[in-house]
């Protein structure tokens, strides 16, 4: 087994996005300023429970048994995967100080007389299989002080990549958020979910492909987007809202694209539509409700993979440097998870996690509860 380093701090991460392609999870050394990653891999979710964490994800009528079952094996799942990525890496588990784990969000709804979020992946069974202790549910407390819950991630990037230069950093995931770092001022950093990040687009390919995702954006790229249908799509009010604002798969969904889908539009149309759409929605964000002309703009996640997405940005942002945080030391693939073991920390340090600015908090607040290990 690896010795531990007498000035580490490792710390594991979880994340399991809104398209429900995976879960990420990190270890990653927190000693220091930048984040060392140790080790990473993505679990694939075993198709039926996919199938369910999807049913439950939709509005409607809910089942509390199969609240409860994924509730069970998803944390099963999780826990099963650390430990196999632990003993790969030979890291022992006492190494290891917390792991933050986000869950899957099954429901999110911030507006309303009681806003309410829902992540599931029990933090008792991760902890409880892994030994390790584990950080959960980060979410509700922003929201108990008036916030929208949601994003949380631009805490970590305010910490990490603010610079010399006006800076914005996308992360492209099922919803896409950005966040707006002022040069060298980390406590104005602001942000907000843009709006569908992949979520329309992998959903559109799932149904007209069979596959889980365009990859690279081949399939759009074979065709051009539909005005009449981005015209309806952009209609859509959430666009034009001023932060702090959040949105998740019970806006954005199958059911909203095909209500805008009045007419018949070729399959390869839509998605290039689609793909637009996202596009259109990040580079309004940035120069129209947050108003900032940025110097440079870094992309996370998996939308950053999608080549066609990429090239629309960057025709949408001319007076930017477009790149990703792989530049900052930091694989965009792994960004969520360790903003993850990073809040974390944060939460065994007795910090903040939130950024209020961000969600709409009435002020910084700890989050996450803690479930000690074994």
């Not at 429970?49 to 409860?68: I, K, N, S, W």
């Not at 940005?313 to 790149?323: C, R």
């Not at 996690?353 to 989050?367: D, Q, Y």
Request: charged share 20%.
């Amino acid at each position: 087994m690896a010795k531990a380093s007498p000035t580490e701090a490792l710390y594991a991460g979880c994340m399991s996005g809104t398209s429900l392609d995976g879960i990420d999870l990190v270890i990653a050394d927190l000693a220091a300023a930048t984040p060392r990653l140790i080790a990473a891999r993505t679990l694939d979710i075993p198709a039926p429970l996919r199938r369910d964490l999807l049913t439950l994800c939709q509005p409607g009528a809910d089942h509390l048994e199969l609240f409860g079952y994924c509730d069970v094996v998803l944390a099963e799942t999780i826990a099963c995967g650390l430990n196999d990525l632990l003993a790969e890496h030979a890291i022992e588990p006492a190494r290891i100080l917390a792991l933050g784990s986000h869950g899957q969000t099954v429901r999110h709804q911030p507006g309303g007389q009681h806003p309410f979020t829902l992540q599931i992946g029990d933090p008792n069974v991760i902890a409880e299989r892994t030994g390790l202790t584990v950080v959960a549910d980060f979410r509700r407390r922003d929201l108990a002080a008036g916030g929208q819950g949601a994003p949380l991630v631009p805490a970590f990037h305010a910490a990490l990549f603010t610079a010399a230069e006006d800076r914005v950093i996308v992360n492209i995931g099922g919803m896409a958020n950005i966040t707006i770092l002022p040069a060298g001022q980390p406590a104005a950093a602001s942000g907000f979910d843009t709006g569908p990040g992949n979520v329309l687009l992998d959903a559109w390919a799932e149904r007209e492909l069979g596959r889980p995702l365009d990859d690279g954006g081949q399939w759009a790229s074979q065709a051009r987007p539909d005005p009449e249908l981005l015209a309806a799509l952009w209609n859509d009010p959430y666009f034009e809202r001023a932060a702090p604002k959040s949105t998740g798969r019970e806006h954005f969904n199958m059911d909203w694209l095909q209500a805008r889908l009045k007419r018949p539009v070729a399959p390869a149309v839509v998605q290039a539509t689609l793909t637009e759409l996202t596009a259109r929605s990040i580079t309004h964000g940035i120069h129209h409700t947050a108003g900032v002309k940025p110097k440079q703009v870094l992309v996370c996640g998996g939308g950053r993979h999608n080549t066609l997405l990429m090239q629309r940005l960057a025709i949408a942002l001319p007076d930017a440097e477009l790149g990703t945080t792989e530049q900052l030391g930091l694989d965009g693939d792994w960004v969520e998870a360790v903003a993850f073991a990073w809040l974390a920390k944060q939460r065994l340090d007795g910090l903040p996690g939130n950024l209020p600015a961000v969600t709409g908090a009435a002020g910084p607040r700890i989050l996450g509860a803690i479930y000690p290990g074994n």
